[in-house]
């Protein structure tokens, strides 16, 4: 299995982008003892090449993004990246139907995100009373995937609470949810 992580955590506000790198060393760890091969697209560094990166997407099966959620959505450097590397005619075409011509093969992909926000404030209060499940929040990352033709969705990860909160869980946790998915 080929797999490729784009991993997106950066140092913002009392965040310092480290929880996300240590979740893409563990999924690199964990899928190379497997005899995976995986690559990986660091979305924080301005050093990535656009026609490698579109490689990257277009050679693997399973593209696994390690983000945090900022503003309700993907932080600005994957927006970016996105923007950048999603080419028309290599990655995409245009359809009669609306979102039919993705070109990316790879058929699954998952999300890994962290936030501040507790798993239990789903679904409560003003703000996020119309989500009560991570991926409601999610859903331009999801339906992105879906665009490219990338339509099987792992149960996404969601490392919660991660700057109050105590992290202990996250690493025991994870590594469960990659045994039990893969």
Sequence with gaps: MKI???TAGYSIFDAKGQLNGFLSYLTDNHFSKKGYKVKISDVTKDTW???????????ADVIIYIT???????????VKWLDEVL????????TDEYGEGGQVPA??????????????DLGKGFVLKN???????????IMTNHYLSIRNQIPTF??????????????KDYIEHLNKNF
């Design 4 to 6: 490729l992580l784009i």
């Design 49 to 59: 090449d656009v026609d490698r990166e579109v490689d990257k997407l277009l050679w």
């Design 68 to 78: 945090p959620i900022m503003w309700f959505n993907m932080p600005a450097p994957l």
């Design 87 to 94: 080419l028309y005619q290599k990655t995409f075409i245009i």
């Design 107 to 120: 058929d699954k992909f998952m999300i890994v995100t962290t936030s501040n926000m507790k798993s239990s």
């Design 131 to 141: 989500a009560p499940h991570i991926d409601d929040l999610l859903q331009p990352l």
């Design 158 to 171: 969601h490392a919660d609470n991660v700057i109050a909160g105590d992290t202990d869980w996250i690493e």
